[in-house]
């Protein structure tokens, strides 16, 4: 049976002792991707919190361009997804870019309102690259059994278990996955948003455990983050 996120609901503040343990048992020569990375606001604690001081293979990957090439040691424009096309389309959020997904906001995101009473707004409709992450991964030199990814982060709001689908062969030496996701099915942020209870049992159809939930009190919806670990 699935893991329950009560079960292993972390609500302290700062990383916890499970969430620490995997950021310091990475191991010189290991791959981090970061996928949805915008400004770089997550692959940037994880330098202070010892990565800096580590030889590792960092990839960087967001539909848009933040000119941040510097924080990793690869950066890429795409969209991640389960094949690789070059006409995805991708909504924009006009007023709140965290918002941009490759999924349409939903009538309950576009409901909510920002800090100062202004509702979030539909933007233009854009298109972009999509690739799979093993397409990433192969085009710059790796090869499924013999690369190790210690960490695959993603915020792909809505769509996360699917670029994690997209690491095909690569997922049998993933060691962590961390991703965000929405909790209530019945105030979705995208329609056909992925829902947590499916996203949990298949990852753990895919060899991972939920290690740890967090909840996300702030979000505009009922919004929070799932860290899974592959199974010894």
């Not at 707004?121 to 013999?146: N, Y």
Request: with cysteine.
């Amino acid at each position: 049976m699935p893991t329950k996120m009560k079960d292993v609901e972390y609500t302290g503040t700062g990383n916890s002792p499970l969430r620490q343990a995997a950021i310091d048992s990475i191991l010189n020569g290991d791959i981090v991707i970061d996928v949805g990375c915008r400004m770089g606001g997550w692959i940037r604690p994880r330098y202070d919190q010892g990565w800096s001081g580590k030889e590792l293979y960092t990839v960087g990957i967001d539909p848009i361009w933040h000119n941040i090439s510097d924080l990793f040691s690869l950066y890429l424009n795409y969209a991640i997804g389960p094949e690789d096309r070059d006409d995805m389309v991708y909504h924009i959020v006009a007023n709140e870019p965290g918002c941009n997904s490759l999924l349409p906001p939903s009538e309950e995101l576009l409901a909510t309102q920002l800090v100062g009473g202004q509702l979030r707004s539909a933007g233009p409709v854009e298109k972009v690259q999509q690739r799979r992450l093993d397409t990433v991964l192969k085009e710059a030199g790796f090869t499924p059994g013999e690369s190790t990814v210690h960490y695959l982060k993603t915020d792909c709001q809505g769509a996360d278990f699917s670029a994690v689908q997209s690491m095909g062969e690569f997922l049998k030496d993933t060691r962590y996955v961390e991703m965000e996701i929405g909790l209530d099915p019945e105030n979705p942020f995208y329609v056909g948003a992925e829902r947590a209870e499916d996203v949990i049992a298949g990852m753990e159809s895919l060899g991972f455990k939920l290690i740890e939930f967090v909840n996300f009190p702030v979000s505009p919806l009922p919004e929070g983050e799932l860290f899974f670990k592959r199974n010894s």
